[in-house]
Structures are given as C-alpha cells and as structure tokens.
C-alpha cells in the first residue's frame, strides 16, 4: 500500500469520529471541522513520519484539540464582552440528545469536557487521559468526578423543567 | 449515571459522525501545498534575519547542517542561543532550539529540545523574549507537552515569566526545569499584532547560576506571594515547590503563599523542595 492509500484510509476511518469528538468539546462543528482538516493537512505534510507510528490517528487528534483549544482561548475573551445568550447550534437531523447535551457540555470547563469525551469516546482510563492532557492522574479522576456530577444535575434539571413543561402544554 | 451520560455522549457522537462529509482528500493536499508554500518563502527571510541578528548580536552561528542556533564566542557550549525575526504574515520553519509558527493574531514560541546546562537539568533557564512592536499587553499561554496552560505572566507548570506591559519590552518568559515540547503562546488579544509587522524571537539557555551550583541554598521568604512567583523565587535560590496544601483565609487574597515551611532563612539542601500553604477564598 503506497503513502496516499494509507493516509487516505486513516484520513476516511477517522475524520468524522475526529470532527464528532472535536464538536462535543468545542459546541461547533464549524470550528470542529476546521480544525480536523487543518490538523489532517498537518498529517499528511509530515505522513513520511507519521505513517510509522503506531496509531497515527492519537497525533492528529492532539494536534486538532490543540488548534482547538487555542481557537477557543483566542475566542474566549471576544466573547465575554458579548452578551451571554446561549446559541444552540442546530445539526442535521435535529437530534435531541444532542440539544440536551450541548448546553450541559457546554457549561462544563473545557478541561472536563475534553477528559468526559475522551473517556466516553476513546474509553481512555483516567491515566491515559493524564497522560494525553499531561496532568496528574488525580486531577483527571476529579475533573471526571466533578464533569458528572454537574452534568448529571444539569440534565436532571432539564428533564425536570420538560416534563413541567409537557404538563403544562397537556393541561392547556 | 456515568454509564448513562458516557452511552448518550457516545449516541451524540456517532450520530455527528454519521452526519458528517468528508471533504475530498484533494481538498487536505491542496491545504498542505499552501502552507509549504508560506513555510518556504517564511524560512528564506527568517534565514537571513537570524543571521543578521546573530552578527549583530556577536554569536556565532554553528555550521551544522540544518542548525541556526548560535553560541557566543568565547563561552562555547555554555549558552546556546537562537533568534528569528519574521514578518507576521510569514511563519518561518523548524528552528534547532525554538520553532514559531504564527497564525495571526497568534504566535507560538515552541522549545523543540530539552536542554540541560553541564547536565544538570536544574541548572538550565531558558530565556525567551518576543519583542514587536505596537503590542501592549500581550497574554501568554505556555503549553507543556501540547496542552496550554494560561500563563497569566506569572506562571504555572514550572514556567514564569514578567511583562512590564510597556511596548516594545516584549515578554520575558524564564523556564527553570527544561522539558521537551515546552511551547509559549503569545496571544495578541486586545493588542495588536498586523500583518507585515515584524516579530523578534529569541530564545537562549544558560546556566541558572554561574559558578558551582553551591552545596546548599537559602530559603527565601514566598509568603504572600502568588503560587508562581513562589515557584519563581524559590527556583532561583535552587529550591523546589514541594506539597501544597490549602486554606481558607479571609484575610489574604486567595492563591498567595499563607505559610511555608521549612522557614525563610533556613539553609537546605540544594534543590530540596519547600512546602506552600496556599490561600483559598471561603
């Protein structure tokens, strides 16, 4: 198999699991998508390297979260000055677990949000993810912790507030 | 409930992956060509610049093949140093002891080495200063290992650095235990980096004391000091951060050094680490 085939497999198998992930952390798949592509551009300007690791997808995926987080630290101080009115970003097909869980991911802080995906997503252990955001061990087991406690409270308030909502709508 | 959450995060994700286009792969190697084209005009003009500099500058620059990193005549082996300067707009290629690569309004001052001075990893501070003009309170991101970390000038992760805020001083970032895929980030948000203007990049090493690393060292005093400067203080009397702890204290600002121990004047092991207890708003 010559370079573009193997690149052009790993680019096919992991792009949309890669652009899937990025836009659980970020709440965009614009910006998702973004930095996927410029983060496989990077991969193939170096695939004479990176065709011999083991799992050439794991740089490509360091590097787009990275792209990732620097958008969103870039971003993050233009958006204080907005006013704060949450913007759903829709998908196609509408997906309601999808809007019940971008607003509650999207008020976790982003080192919470990128270990939760990691380990729903990639199944990493809290060492593994250590290891991936280079922090201890511990720190990743209590940004797991706290990541599902508020995410848990968040969507039980959520539920809460439509199946008020449904009863409301019912007895009208 | 982790499982629950986990399983509708993964529903989510694979009914986003399912709804996603994968652009032509044409489209990644056309991307690819456009920054090889932007790295190969960036490395000609920082070539020179870094020459030009390092005339100036006195250091001579190693022959080594694919090397612009420099050592000042006269002192070989004990400081290497190496300077870019680049037009943003540019991003100028792989450096032997930093690389920068800059998307505007970013810049990202990248250590591609680990060094160590006479082999004593302890003993290396790595200097980096950007200068450019019209940017007058730059933030700083350093980023160990590819994960960034707001430096908020003061520092975190064993990295500190200052900024007067005053243009043109740049930002002085001082890196005391060297590790591999250290990089710092210059963010120009809220100041003003424009195409064409022109960045200065240096970065050097050098010993962190001059002379033997003396057998013992004094314990400053870190109390009401931030965590970093702390770490900065006791990293230049050769000391380390040791275990933290925490309290609540009304009567200091959160995140200053309440108490330390051994205490300020003690004589300690060079090297040995220094317990902070550290404040936290109740």
């Not at chain 2, 399912?18 to 070539?47: F, Y």
């Not at chain 2, 980096?128 to 019209?134: A, H, P, Q």
Request: aromatic share 6%.
């Amino acid at each position: 198999m010559n370079q573009q085939q193997e690149f052009s497999d790993v680019y096919r198998r992991g792009y949309p699991r890669l652009v899937a992930e990025l836009t659980l952390i970020s709440g965009s798949r614009a910006a998702a998508e973004e930095a996927a592509q410029e983060a496989y551009s990077r991969a193939w300007g170096r695939w004479d390297t990176l065709g011999r690791y083991d799992d050439p997808q794991a740089w490509v995926r360091r590097v787009a979260s990275n792209l990732l987080v620097s958008r969103w630290r870039r971003l993050r101080s233009a958006l204080r000055m907005r006013p704060l009115v949450a913007t759903l970003e829709a998908i196609d097909p509408p997906e309601s677990d999808w809007l019940d869980l971008q607003p509650v991911l999207r008020s976790l802080p982003l080192v919470q949000r990128q270990a939760l995906v990691l380990a729903a997503l990639e199944g990493f252990t809290a060492d593994e993810i250590a290891v991936e955001m280079n922090v201890a061990p511990a720190t990743v087991r209590s940004w797991l912790h706290r990541a599902r406690v508020s995410a848990r409270s968040a969507l039980e308030t959520r539920a809460h507030a439509t199946a008020a909502s449904k009863e409301m709508t019912d007895g009208d | 409930m982790e499982t629950e959450l986990d399983d509708r995060v993964r529903h989510v994700a694979g009914v986003l992956a399912e709804h996603t286009q994968i652009p032509p792969l044409a489209e990644v190697e056309s991307r690819q060509r456009r920054r090889r084209t932007r790295h190969a005009a960036g490395a000609a003009v920082a070539t020179v610049a870094v020459i030009a500099a390092a005339s100036v500058l006195g250091w001579r620059i190693d022959r080594s093949p694919s090397s612009t990193a420099g050592t000042p005549a006269g002192s070989p082996g004990a400081t290497s140093r190496s300077a870019v300067a680049f037009e943003v707009g540019y991003m100028p290629s792989h450096y032997q002891l930093v690389s920068v690569e800059q998307g505007p309004p970013n810049v990202f001052v990248e250590l591609t080495k680990r060094y160590a001075v006479d082999g004593d990893p302890r003993r290396g501070v790595i200097e980096i200063s950007v200068e450019y003009g019209k940017v007058a309170a730059p933030r700083a991101y350093a980023a160990v290992n590819g994960q960034l970390h707001e430096v908020d000038i003061n520092g975190r992760q064993g990295v500190a650095g200052w900024n007067t805020g005053r243009p043109g001083d740049g930002l002085q970032l001082v890196y005391t235990v060297p590790r591999p895929n250290l990089a710092i980030a210059i963010d120009s948000q809220g100041a003003d980096i424009n195409e064409a203007d022109l960045l200065r990049v240096a970065a050097s090493v050098r010993p962190a004391t001059t002379g033997p690393v003396p057998a013992q060292a004094i314990v400053p005093t870190t109390i009401g000091e931030t965590l970093a400067n702390a770490r900065l203080e006791l990293s230049r009397a050769g000391l380390t951060v040791g275990h933290l702890s925490y309290e609540f204290s009304n009567s200091n600002p959160p995140g200053v050094v309440a108490a330390q121990s051994p205490s300020p004047g003690a004589s300690l092991k060079t090297g040995a680490a220094v317990n902070l207890v550290i404040t936290r708003s109740s």
